[in-house]
């Protein structure tokens, strides 16, 4: 880090260090991740008594409308951060889902059109790529599921910024072209996101680049705070009872619990018990595997699931998600591929949002959990989609049904459509048996 950017770290913002989450050792505000002493993981800490005095409710809402109107609690020296008017996303009132389900205030947090590239990733890179910028990065780099490669190179593009992203080479196309299209480099790498990980940290390493989730991680995973901030705010400044959300590398889940808790400590919320739960795809559970096992370590697997953006065998926050989940009397559940396709259909025709994998494990892990009895109907419950059904068409491939093909006279159509609604009642019937 240079001395200028010291600087300006010290005297513009409200971050003050990297602390190790296990021994609590300190750290200059570099591009470093792992602590030099016990191999812990490294955040970001803050000044909250300066933040308790200088950010109010009325200062965010003046904000930009994105997610840099909470940029006092972000980690960055800067005024002027790349703002793609990533965040500030809906808060979906779901009353079709939740009669469905039995509930009564159901929520869907709705990242799925997010920008620019359309999932919750767009939210780490702004503040990454920032960053990185703050650095002196001049290339740019990621190891990616898909959704993590196209907000890179996008936001890359956008800043202007040498951008090389790693992928699994047999990932859907759509996330392939998603990411092509911005002419970065990308690396289609034999082998599943484990192995991309562990070939970027050796790259990383060689090269020197700044990889949002490997050396400029601390900064990078801060961005997921935002989700939490702006249910907050979009509830009337209020904290829901229950959350549910995907659990991936485990990292999201713990910073949505993290904005939470900030925005009580500096006083924008009023203090409450929040529930949180999270779905992982039966393919790749190792979190709802060690939960159900009552075990505080995770066992690393080989992924095998149509939810390829959450297939991480190897989950690095995920000892701090099962703590999450078991001190906040949440829980942790998995859902087969079958129920994957089942939520992405049950949101799409309940509440016209279109979610890829990840989101179709959220909500038939939310559904599995009501039937279940483990959420309560009266609490405000708020289920987080964090993509595109756009990015994942290949999972829902001959399972949404075929148009109905017509001559073009009035006929053809009329039988068409006595045909439609036949098929219709013939549905409902075995529904209701």
């Not at 005297?11 to 190790?20: D, E, G, Q, W």
């Not at 300190?26 to 030099?36: D, G, I, P, R, T």
């Not at 400044?237 to 619990?257: M, R």
Request: net charge negative; proline share 5%; charged share 20%.
């Amino acid at each position: 880090m240079t001395q200028a950017i010291a600087n300006q770290t010290k005297t513009n913002a409200t971050f003050r260090a990297l602390k190790c989450k296990e021994c609590g050792a300190e750290y200059e505000l570099q591009a470093m991740h792992v602590c030099e002493y016990c191999f812990g993981p490294l955040e970001v800490a803050y000044d909250y008594t300066a933040l308790r005095e200088t950010v109010t409710r009325e200062s965010i809402q003046k904000g930009p409308h994105s997610i840099w109107r909470y940029r006092p609690f972000l980690p960055v020296a800067t005024d002027n951060p790349i703002d793609v008017g990533t965040g500030l996303t809906p808060l979906v009132r779901a009353n079709r889902l939740a009669r469905r389900l039995g509930l009564k205030k159901l929520y869907i947090k709705n990242d799925a059109v997010n920008m620019p590239t359309l999932s919750f990733k767009d939210r780490v890179v702004s503040v990454a790529l920032t960053r990185a910028r703050e650095l002196g990065f001049t290339t740019v780099s990621c190891a990616s599921t898909g959704n993590l490669a196209n907000s890179t190179a996008a936001i890359a593009a956008h800043a202007g910024l040498d951008c090389c992203v790693f992928i699994p080479a047999d990932l859907e196309a759509g996330k392939v072209l998603g990411t092509l299209i911005y002419s970065p480099t990308v690396m289609a790498v034999q082998g599943n996101y484990d192995q991309v990980n562990r070939l970027c940290s050796e790259v990383a390493n060689t090269y020197g680049w700044g990889f949002v989730n490997i050396n400029l991680r601390p900064y990078y995973s801060e961005g997921s705070k935002t989700l939490g901030y702006e249910v907050a705010e979009q509830l009337g400044w209020e904290l829901p009872d229950h959350v549910v959300a995907p659990l991936a590398s485990g990292s999201l889940f713990t910073k949505i619990y993290k904005g939470f808790q900030e925005f009580t400590e500096v006083g924008l919320v009023e203090g409450k018990h929040v529930r949180f739960s999270g779905a992982q795809a039966d393919g790749c559970s190792p979190i709802a595997q060690a939960y159900r096992e009552n075990r505080d370590f995770i066992k690393p697997v080989k992924p095998s699931t149509i939810a390829k953006s959450i297939a991480i065998g190897n989950p690095a926050d995920g000892v701090y998600a099962l703590d999450i989940a078991r001190k906040t009397n949440g829980n942790i559940e998995s859902v087969s591929d079958p129920e994957i396709i089942e939520g992405i259909k049950l949101l799409a025709e309940t509440e016209g949002i279109f979610t890829e994998t990840a989101g179709g494990t959220t909500i038939a892990v939310l559904k599995k959990l009501v039937e279940a009895g483990k959420i309560d109907p009266e609490e405000t419950t708020v289920a987080y989609i964090t993509g595109n059904g756009l990015k994942t068409q290949e999972a829902v491939q001959g399972y949404a049904g075929e148009p109905l093909t017509i001559e073009p006279k009035l006929d053809s159509f009329e039988r068409a459509l006595e045909r439609s609604r036949t098929l219709e009642r013939l549905d409902w019937q075995q529904v209701l048996v």
